[in-house]
């Protein structure tokens, strides 16, 4: 009986159970169902990308386009910072606010093994969120070798309760 009731429902399929190209077709015209494609953006940059980033967008609208979402100050600091491979480039110490209105993450980039930690300013653009860390999407390694070395002079901290944006990142 089992096996009956399979032929008969294969039957029913191959005979007349998917729709022709024209009744789909009138169904789209109808508006009885609609179809929609989801183009989601890449959060890093890929190799082709590196060399067009100064000319394709600028940092602040390539963050718009990673999704920004609401995070706690308090909760960022302390993050691991990551490069492309995954190590670790520094941890998150502060968050401050530049005069012109722009905000930076400090970090303690530790340079080689861990050796000539020093301060440096990142741009909140440059970075994304990976759960309980942060990517460096768009700033390499050797920028936070050459970076300067941050000294407090007229950047305001961001309290631990305010909250910032800071784009999606995924791997």
Not at 125 to 133: A, D, F, K, S
Not at 146 to 170: E, K, Q
Request: charged fraction near 20%; charge should be positive.
């Amino acid at each position: 009986m089992r096996w009956e009731m399979r032929a008969i429902g294969l039957a029913i399929i191959c005979i007349g159970g998917f729709p022709t190209a024209n009744a789909a077709r009138s169904a789209v015209l109808d508006g009885t169902f609609a179809v929609a494609q989801a183009m989601i953006p890449p959060t890093g940059m890929g190799p082709e990308d590196k060399a067009m980033a100064a000319h394709d967008m600028a940092e602040a609208e390539r963050m718009q386009r990673r999704f920004p979402q609401a995070v706690r100050v308090g909760d960022l600091i302390g993050l691991p910072v990551l490069d492309d491979d995954n190590r670790t480039l520094g941890r998150v110490r502060q968050v401050v606010r530049t005069p012109q209105g722009k905000i930076k993450l400090i970090i303690a980039y530790s340079g080689l093994l861990g050796w000539g930690a020093r301060l440096v300013a990142v741009p909140i653009e440059v970075v994304g969120i990976l759960g309980r860390q942060l990517a460096s999407l768009d700033m390499p390694r050797q920028d936070y070798a050459s970076a300067p070395t941050w000294h407090n002079t007229s950047d305001t901290a961001v309290p631990n309760d305010d909250s910032i944006r800071v784009a999606l990142a995924r791997r």
